[in-house]
Nanobody
Framework: QVQLVESGGGSVQSGGSLRLSCEDSGYTPSNYCMGWLRQAPGKEREGVAYIRGGGTTIYADSVKGRFTISRDNIKHTLYLQMNSLKAEDTAMYYC??????????????????WGQGTQVTVAS
């Protein structure tokens, strides 16, 4: 059974860095895509970044150049390195996994499995 557990959230000053980790149970297929999404109070959940089984990475425009997603298949861990954090990055961050699907817009992740979330708070 796929289980995802996030860690690494916390409170930082604007401009600071955090690294989020997401450990999976070891049952996540290596060809699954895995991603990070976030939800701020009063806002809809949004995708931050995801990585396909082949290693292709996709980022939201708002985090390009500041965040880096990576995956260690041996350690069964997904990471999100967040640099130059801004107050608007404050949100609950979720790790998710699922198969890559093909849509009319191209490839996307169908997230079937979710972690419990880890809070990131950036003070301005």
């Amino acid at each position: 059974q796929v289980q995802l557990v996030e860690s690494g959230g916390g409170s930082v000053q604007s401009g600071g860095s955090l690294r989020l980790s997401c450990e999976d149970s070891g049952y996540t297929p290596s060809n699954y895509c895995m991603g990070w999404l976030r939800q701020a109070p009063g806002k809809e959940r949004e995708g931050v970044a995801y990585i396909r089984g082949g290693g292709t990475t996709i980022y939201a425009d708002s985090v390009k150049g500041r965040f880096t997603i990576s995956r260690d298949n041996i350690k069964h861990t997904l990471y999100l390195q967040m640099n130059s954090l801004k107050a608007e990055d404050t949100a609950m961050y979720y790790c998710a996994a699922g198969p890559t699907i093909i849509t009319t817009a191209g490839f996307d992740c169908q997230y079937n499995y979710w972690g419990q979330g880890t809070q990131v708070t950036v003070a301005s």
